[in-house]
């Protein structure tokens, strides 16, 4: 799977009261909840996503709450992947089992602000089109990307089943 | 292979003959737990999927405690959600308005998670139980839909980090500072994907609401879990409850990726400044920081021996004026105990407000929201930007003695100086 658009860069420690306040929590709707995404951090950041876009951060991205609403806002605003130097495990997990793509990269201090980005998700592999760069990332282990082929944890779990 | 107690508790719940850190696993858990923001998707994904009946209502826990007593409409309907799908699938461990109570007090308080026990809530602070010597995490609401499906979770086994705390600890200093100052030395990542493992003779006299602070803020360093051996205060926590346990000890010479051993016979109070739990200071360092309000409660603070503690130095004084307090306990049975013991009183007489158990003011819901340019000193656990509130105010973090003390003043005080 190829996905390419712009980066939109992001501190360390984006938390996930930064993602998606929790005054939004009341829908589950993930259009609904794209349009507050970072608010509080960033207000005018749903308004300026293309469909492709990519959230590209510093370290321990998604810490905070568990709610499972802060990837699907992300997802909701158009943002196509995360690429960050590494995921809170509970917002890892969600971004797992919900479908949304994710990349560690321990190079994202090299990405500017909307640079052009072409990402391999199956090769793991950044490329910087604006900068003429590529980052390698490493793969997910063969359990993770099984839940990933399957497009989420609930079709990886009817599959096993079936079978 | 020897073990920690994270590895033997994942261990016990797999077919697996060994594990080993950063392996990927699937383990059947004892009891998985949602609230009104996260079971809703939950319930609906389980929906969606075409499945109809939980593995066991037995081992499914639901609290309505967010947005609870609904908020408005939208909440109302969050809140139903979850009270038409207990009813649908006969859960009986459904908590409505009147029983129910922040979850992470509520569950321990019930003798819900017993030590040994591996627990799933789809909320991050679910790692609270680690304080009863039982593995338990956050994970999504998603995670929830599979384990109502059959029971299971997939984990990456953690590696684990050892704290060992010497010393003796001061006056007004408990739980809350020592993770509170472990957090800040270590940081909000310090301890990402680890399992912690709180240890030393600290720990060992420290009494369980104290413990229960301490792993109820392991995530905020980034943790899955957060544990503390089972001992004799443990046992007499959970003796009342008729449910087996089991009390899992690390062996000698289990593997941690890292051990800090700290002597924390000087530290003070701590407090965690904005916008992060890390951002920690001692109290005395933190001069003139006015208060527009105080938070005292939540599944951090809002156990009985806070409400004790913080009604000890309020007792016979005023909130200072223009300072608003909110009180609230964090179960109906701490509330009722409150009342009797005359701590709500001691609340209400000084000039703040008793409220009923909610998540509502800790993470910006309802019933004591945060202005731009406001100030608060909560004994909540998180103060990022806007998380009480509007984006525009400030949130501080300590122990419900400093909250107290801090409320008499209208500033950030160390307890000795209002009392």
């Known amino acids: 799977m190829i996905i390419k658009g712009k980066a939109h860069k992001f501190a360390d420690d984006v938390n996930t009261d930064d993602i998606i306040a929790a005054k939004y929590l009341v829908s589950t709707d993930a259009k609904e909840l794209g349009s507050h995404c970072m608010e509080s951090i960033r207000p005018d950041f749903a308004g300026k996503i293309s469909p492709g876009d990519i959230i590209v951060a510093g370290k321990n991205f998604g810490c905070g709450s568990s709610r499972e609403h802060a990837p699907l806002a992300i997802k909701g605003c158009g943002i196509s992947a995360v690429v960050a130097k590494s995921f809170a495990a509970i917002f890892f997990r969600n971004a797992i089992n919900i479908g949304l793509p994710f990349l560690e990269c321990r190079e994202v201090d090299k990405i500017t602000e909307q640079d052009l980005l072409e990402i391999d998700l199956s090769g793991g592999i950044i490329k910087n089109i604006s900068k003429g760069q590529i980052y390698k990332t490493q793969a997910f282990p063969k359990f993770l990307q099984d839940i990933v082929e399957s497009a989420g944890l609930m079709n990886w779990l009817k599959t096993k089943r079936e079978k | ?419």
């Open chain 2, 1 to 419: 292979m020897p073990h920690t107690i994270a590895e033997k508790i994942l261990l016990a719940h797999t077919d697996k003959k060994d594990i080993k850190p950063g392996e990927f696993i699937e383990a059947k858990v004892d009891l998985a737990l949602g609230n009104d923001i996260t079971a809703p998707i939950a319930i609906e994904e389980f929906k969606k999927a075409g499945f109809t009946k939980v593995f066991d209502n037995k081992k499914i826990v639901l609290v309505p405690d967010h947005f609870a007593p609904a908020k408005d409409k939208a909440s109302a309907n969050q809140c139903k959600a979850l009270a038409d799908f207990a009813k649908e699938q006969k859960i009986k461990n459904y908590f409505e308005v009147g029983c129910m109570g922040i979850e992470h007090a509520l569950l321990p308080e019930l003798g819900l998670v017993m030590p040994g026990d591996l627990v799933i809530g789809a909320d991050s602070h679910t790692c609270t139980y680690g304080a009863m010597g039982a593995y338990s995490c956050g994970v999504g609401s998603t995670d929830l839909a599979r384990a109502f499906v059959d029971g299971k979770c997939w984990f990456k086994v953690p590696a684990s980090v050892k704290f060992i705390y010497k010393g003796k600890l001061r006056k007004w200093v408990g739980g809350k500072d020592l993770i509170l100052f472990t957090i800040g030395q270590i940081g909000v990542d310090g301890a990402l994907y680890k399992a912690m493992e709180f240890a030393g003779p600290v720990i060992e006299k420290l009494s369980m609401d104290d413990r229960f602070a301490m792993s109820n803020m392991a995530i905020e360093a980034g943790a899955r879990t957060g544990i503390i051996e089972a001992d004799q205060i443990t046992k007499k926590f959970v003796a009342k409850f008729k449910r087996k346990s089991k009390f899992y000890k690390s062996d000698a010479d289990a593997q941690y990726e890292k051990i800090y051993e700290w002597d924390v016979s000087d530290l003070e109070p701590q407090v965690a400044c904005p916008h992060l739990p890390s951002n920690v200071k001692p109290v005395r360092k933190l001069k003139n920081i006015k208060l527009d309000q105080v938070v005292i409660g939540s599944c951090t603070n809002g156990r009985i021996s806070d409400l004790r503690l913080a009604a000890k130095i309020m007792k016979g004084k005023k909130v200072k004026f223009g300072v608003k307090l909110i009180v609230f306990p964090a179960t109906q049975s701490v509330y009722l105990q409150a009342v009797k013991e005359g701590l709500a009183e001691v609340f209400v007489k000084a000039g703040g407000i008793f409220e009923t158990p909610t998540c509502g003011p800790c993470l910006g819901g309802h019933m004591g929201i945060l202005a731009e340019g406001e100030v608060c000193l909560a004994t909540t656990n998180r103060n990022f930007i806007g998380r009480m509130g509007s984006p525009k105010s400030f949130v501080y973090l300590s122990n419900p003695a400093v909250a107290a003390a801090s409320a008499v003043t209208g500033r950030i005080t160390h307890p000795d100086e209002a009392i």
